[in-house]
Nanobody
Framework: EVQLVESGGGSVQAGGSLTLSCSAS????????LGWFRQAPGKEREAIAL????????WYADSVKGRFTVSRNNATNTLFLQMNSVKPEDSVTYYC????????????????????????WGQGIQVTVDS
């Protein structure tokens, strides 16, 4: 079983930048999807950035597209989320997660945005954006 641990959260000024890291222990397979999710109090957890391990194909939610970048260091088994131009609404808890597969939808294979497809989760880390 893969263990995921997030780090790098904290406070940042609106318009600033922050990088979250997710360290994975255990084997990550080429066919895995890795992703960043976030959850605000009282709301459902949502996928914001996904990456397919084999070819590093990425997907972003509209809410973060153009501002956040997901990447992976294969040598250290670390997943990153570079957050730029942060907004007060980015002040939520962030989770990294792993899914053991892609899904086939609308003629394409892609990493699933549904959180129930992910079987390994980090403990979550808080980001606070000060306006």
């Amino acid at each position: 079983e893969v263990q995921l641990v997030e780090s790098g959260g904290g406070s940042v000024q609106a318009g600033g930048s922050l990088t979250l890291s997710c360290s994975a222990s255990g084997h990550i397979y080429r066919t895995d999807c890795l992703g960043w999710f976030r959850q605000a109090p009282g709301k459902e957890r949502e996928a914001i950035a996904l990456i397919y391990v084999d070819d590093s194909t990425t997907w972003y939610a509209d809410s973060v597209k153009g501002r956040f970048t997901v990447s992976r260091n294969n040598a250290t088994n670390t997943l990153f989320l570079q957050m730029n131009s942060v907004k007060p609404e980015d002040s939520v808890t962030y989770y990294c997660a792993k899914a053991p597969w892609r899904v086939y939808s609308r003629g394409l294979w892609s990493c699933p945005p549904e959180d129930n497809q992910y079987n390994s989760w980090g403990q979550g880390i808080q980001v606070t954006v000060d306006s």
